[in-house]
């Protein structure tokens, strides 16, 4: 049975990126998947790269690359840590759920990635990156909302191209783990769109999350 893990990162649980979310979650669970969610507010996560994400000593000047490699031959990380790359090895999907926010990650999910794709396991040390990434074999989406209209996005238009605004996540995150990239799922200012507008929108990531063998693939 495929397993997905979504990586949720947003403060209000009544947001329609909330709703979408969960919409997801029931999408991937009517095609069989077993769900994780881990909600990174609910969580209280800690963004903050530092000593206290291992166990073992780090002695000297601290280098996080070199501290994260160290932890993966000995399993050394800080618990919170290891479970969220516990339940990264049992995924096949992952799901980045978001809200764009500056035209990026919302820095809690940002400092999810700091922490948790860790040099010796996601890249780096003896595994490659890109199609060699410690994730090949998983497959990864975007899942987020934005504040502008589909129409702002696109080549000459006010917010510039969505694939150059996401190439460092999806490029430079996702890939370079080794995940294959799927096409986002983008619900386009929703909090200008009615209730009607918002269920519509809720159907395409239903049908994007049931359709995902015949989804576009950007990178991988």
Not at 13 to 25: G, L, P, R, T
Request: contains cysteine; glycine residues 8%; negative net charge.
């Amino acid at each position: 049975m495929p397993h997905a893990l979504i990586v949720h990162a947003h403060p209000e649980a009544k947001s329609f990126c909330n709703a979408q979310m969960s919409e997801a979650v029931r999408a991937l669970q009517a095609q069989s998947y077993t769900v994780e969610v881990s909600d990174l507010y609910a969580m209280n996560w800690d963004a903050e790269l530092n000593r206290h994400d291992f166990t073992h000593d780090v002695e000297g000047p601290f280098k996080p690359p070199l501290a994260q490699e160290q932890a993966s031959k000995s399993n050394t990380f800080a618990p919170d840590i290891a479970a969220e790359l516990e339940k990264l090895r049992r995924a096949d999907l992952l799901v980045f759920s978001f809200p764009l926010w500056w035209f990026s990650l919302p820095a809690l999910l940002k400092g999810w990635v700091d922490r948790v794709f860790v040099r010796g396991t996601a890249y780096g040390g003896r595994i490659g990156t890109f199609a060699e990434g410690g994730f090949r074999g998983k497959r990864a989406l975007l899942l987020f909302t934005t504040g502008s209209l589909e129409e702002h996005f696109g080549p000459g238009a006010r917010d510039g191209e969505l694939d150059v605004l996401l190439f460092h996540i999806q490029h430079g995150m996702l890939w370079f783990c080794g995940f294959q990239v799927l096409a986002p799922v983008i619900s386009f200012a929703p909090v200008r769109g009615t209730p009607e507008a918002r269920q519509q929108q809720l159907g395409q990531v239903r049908l994007a999350l049931s359709t995902l063998d015949t989804r576009p693939i950007i990178f991988g």
